[in-house]
C-alpha cells in the first residue's frame, strides 16, 4: 500500500502546482514520552458519532480508506511531489469509522493500526503546498495549523477537487483533512477526520474549525 502524509487521507499523471510559497509550520504537538503512552481503542470511534449535527445518516467506513481516497481519488492516484502524498505504513487490519452524509457535507472519522515501528513524522516543509490527481479529478492540496494533542503528531490539510464529469462539465468539491499520530501501548495508531464540501451547496457548509474539534473528540473518545 502507498504511504500518506500529513495531515492528516488517506492516497495517473502527476500535476504540478506551480511555485510553491514557504509554508507555515503546521501546529503540532510531538510524540508522548513512553512513560504517558496509553490505550487507544479503535472500538470506540464509534461513540465520536455523538459530535455530529443532527440529521446525518451514518454508515461504516470503507475498511480500506485512508484521506486521499476520500477527496474523491481512486486506487491510482499520484501526488506531486511524491514524497508529499506518502501515507504512513499500517497493519493489515482495516481501518475502522464510520461516515456520515448530511446537508453541510459529508463527514468520514477513521482510525488505522499503524505497522510496529515508531511513525516517520516527514519534515513538511517542502509540502506547503502540493497537488495530486487520479482519473478525470486533480487537487490542491494546502497545508493547515492543526489542533494540538497531547501526546500526538498533528497535521491538518485543506484540498480544492476539481472533476471533469461527461460532456467535459467541472464539478468542484473541497475537503478539510486533520490526523493524528499517537503511540498506544497496542501499537500507534493515525486517526483522520475528513470533511467535505460542495461549494456550490444552498445549505451551509460543514468548516474545518467544525472538522479539527472533531479530531480532537475522536482522540478522546479512542483513549477512553
Not at 132 to 155: M, N
Request: include cysteine; charged fraction near 15%; glycine fraction near 12%.
Amino acid at each position: 500500500m502507498r504511504l500518506f502524509v500529513v495531515a492528516t487521507v488517506v492516497l495517473a499523471a502527476a500535476v504540478g502546482c506551480g511555485p510553491r510559497p514557504a509554508p507555515e509550520p503546521a501546529t503540532t504537538s510531538g510524540p508522548a514520552p513512553r512513560s504517558s503512552v496509553g490505550t487507544v481503542d479503535p472500538a470506540r470511534i464509534q461513540r465520536a458519532r455523538d459530535g455530529l449535527p443532527p440529521g446525518y445518516e451514518v454508515v461504516d467506513i470503507d475498511p480500506h480508506a485512508n484521506p486521499v481516497s476520500l477527496w474523491g481519488f481512486g486506487p491510482d492516484w499520484a501526488a506531486d511531489p511524491p514524497e508529499c502524498g506518502a501515507l504512513p505504513a499500517r497493519e493489515t487490519e482495516p481501518t475502522r469509522g464510520w461516515s456520515a452524509s448530511g446537508p453541510g457535507g459529508i463527514v468520514y472519522a477513521g482510525v488505522m493500526t499503524l505497522a510496529p515501528g515508531v511513525p516517520e513524522v516527514r519534515d513538511a516543509r517542502s509540502c506547503g503546498q502540493w497537488s495530486v490527481s487520479g482519473g478525470h479529478a486533480v487537487g490542491t492540496v494546502t497545508r493547515v495549523p492543526a489542533p494540538e494533542i497531547d501526546g500526538a503528531v498533528t497535521a491538518g490539510t485543506s484540498t480544492a477537487v476539481t472533476t471533469v464529469v461527461e460532456g467535459g462539465t467541472e464539478t468542484r468539491s473541497h475537503a478539510d483533512t486533520f490526523t493524528a499520530t499517537i503511540a498506544a501501548e497496542s501499537g500507534s495508531r493515525h486517526v483522520f477526520v475528513t470533511v467535505v464540501t460542495d461549494p456550490g451547496s444552498p445549505n451551509p457548509a460543514l468548516d474545518a474549525t467544525f472538522a479539527a474539534d472533531l479530531l480532537v473528540k475522536t482522540v478522546s473518545v479512542l483513549r477512553g
